[in-house]
């Protein structure tokens, strides 16, 4: 049995290109990153946000990984069934897409919404990303000064 979508629920949805999607290497996937990232990371609290992000330590790692944020989304079941919580990890998905956070950072990042991002529009939440982005980048940029003050060689003659 085949059901087809109305208009109604894509008005408003433009095409994407090949280009334009979500890569596989940007996902936060394993359970051992989350916690690291919960547990050593830093938090940027935002109206329907709670981020958590930690620079990452790129020595031990896979040389084929390729650099740049890695996104990853924890939805409670306090958010409804898995419709509706997988519905809201398709809108922080496209916001993060849409955002094109910077790509030079090697950088983990988890976020947790807040009750009130379901009811968001998706403009809104897309700033909120947006700006998320911004503030983690100045952090890190400035924590990654004051790690530097002179010497960026390392050695000490």
Same mark, same amino acid.
């Given at each position: ?5 109305? @208009?109604?629920? #894509? ?20 359970? @051992? ?8 990371? $830093? ?7 709670? &981020?958590?992000?930690?620079? $990452? ?25 898995? &419709?509706?919580?997988? $519905? ?6 496209? @916001? ?12 983990? *990042?988890? =976020? #947790?919404?807040?009750? &009130? ?8 939440? =897309? #700033? ?7 503030? *983690? ?6 924590? @990654? ?13």
């Amino acid at each position: 049995m085949t059901v087809s979508v109305s @208009a109604e629920s #894509n008005q408003g949805a433009e095409k994407r290109s090949v280009d334009a999607s979500y890569p596989h290497s940007a996902h936060l996937l394993r359970h @051992a990153d989350f916690e690291r990232v919960y547990k050593q990371g $830093r938090k940027h609290f935002s109206p329907s946000l709670t &981020v958590f992000y930690l620079k $990452r330590q790129t020595e031990g790692e896979k040389q084929s990984r390729k650099g740049g944020p890695r996104v990853g989304f924890t939805v409670g079941r306090a958010f409804g069934g898995a &419709v509706q919580r997988n $519905r809201l990890k398709r809108r922080l998905r496209e @916001a993060v897409r849409l955002s094109k956070p910077w790509p030079n950072v090697d950088v983990d *990042i988890v =976020m #947790n919404p807040k009750r &009130v991002a379901p009811r968001m529009a998706f403009e809104t939440l =897309m #700033n909120e990303v947006h700006q998320a982005f911004v503030v *983690i980048e100045k952090k890190l940029l400035k924590s @990654a000064d004051k790690a530097v003050p002179g010497d960026e060689s390392g050695n000490r003659s």
